[in-house]
Protein backbone atom coordinates (compact mmCIF):
# COMPACT_ATOMS: atom_id res chain seq x y z
CA UNK A 1 0.00 0.00 0.00
CA UNK A 2 1.18 3.78 -0.63
CA UNK A 3 1.69 5.90 2.15
CA UNK A 4 -0.61 8.93 2.45
CA UNK A 5 0.61 12.14 0.36
CA UNK A 6 0.31 14.76 -1.60
CA UNK A 7 2.53 15.87 -4.62
CA UNK A 8 2.14 18.64 -6.83
CA UNK A 9 3.29 17.52 -10.67
CA UNK A 10 5.24 18.63 -13.10
CA UNK A 11 5.69 17.90 -16.47
CA UNK A 12 9.57 19.55 -17.96
CA UNK A 13 9.08 17.06 -20.96
CA UNK A 14 5.72 18.89 -22.61
CA UNK A 15 7.30 22.27 -20.62
CA UNK A 16 4.01 22.17 -18.16
CA UNK A 17 2.52 22.30 -15.45
CA UNK A 18 0.58 19.17 -14.15
CA UNK A 19 -2.19 17.95 -11.83
CA UNK A 20 -2.16 17.33 -7.81
CA UNK A 21 -0.94 13.85 -7.58
CA UNK A 22 -2.92 12.16 -4.58
CA UNK A 23 -1.67 8.71 -3.01
CA UNK A 24 -2.63 6.37 0.08
CA UNK A 25 -6.41 6.52 0.13
CA UNK A 26 -6.86 10.48 0.95
CA UNK A 27 -10.34 11.37 1.17
CA UNK A 28 -11.22 14.01 -1.41
CA UNK A 29 -14.36 16.17 -1.39
CA UNK A 30 -15.99 19.15 -3.10
CA UNK A 31 -16.70 22.44 -1.89
CA UNK A 32 -20.08 21.89 -2.26
CA UNK A 33 -19.46 18.55 0.71
CA UNK A 34 -19.84 16.14 -2.66
CA UNK A 35 -17.39 12.95 -1.15
CA UNK A 36 -15.71 11.54 -4.66
CA UNK A 37 -14.79 7.37 -4.51
CA UNK A 38 -11.55 6.95 -2.09
CA UNK A 39 -8.34 5.90 -4.51
CA UNK A 40 -5.44 4.62 -3.25
CA UNK A 41 -4.09 7.19 -6.26
CA UNK A 42 -5.78 10.01 -7.69
CA UNK A 43 -4.91 12.74 -10.34
CA UNK A 44 -6.61 16.12 -9.40
CA UNK A 45 -6.72 18.78 -11.98
CA UNK A 46 -5.17 22.31 -11.11
CA UNK A 47 -5.45 23.67 -14.18
CA UNK A 48 -8.94 24.19 -13.74
CA UNK A 49 -9.96 23.00 -17.41
CA UNK A 50 -10.26 19.37 -16.87
CA UNK A 51 -13.73 18.00 -18.42
CA UNK A 52 -13.29 15.43 -15.27
CA UNK A 53 -12.95 17.97 -12.66
CA UNK A 54 -11.88 17.27 -10.03
CA UNK A 55 -9.97 14.96 -11.58
CA UNK A 56 -7.14 15.50 -14.73
CA UNK A 57 -7.71 14.97 -17.95
CA UNK A 58 -4.15 16.30 -18.80
CA UNK A 59 -6.03 19.77 -20.47
CA UNK A 60 -2.94 21.25 -18.95
CA UNK A 61 -0.88 20.08 -22.19
CA UNK A 62 -3.70 21.74 -24.21
CA UNK A 63 -3.38 24.98 -23.01
CA UNK A 64 0.31 24.86 -21.92
CA UNK A 65 -0.42 25.26 -17.99
CA UNK A 66 2.43 26.56 -15.98
CA UNK A 67 2.25 27.83 -12.76
CA UNK A 68 4.77 29.70 -12.55
Known amino acids: DCQPGIE ?22 AED ?12 CRCGRSCNKPYCDAAHIVIEYRDN
Open 8 to 29: IMQDPEREVSAGIFVKGGIPIE
Open 33 to 44: GTEYEIRNRAAL
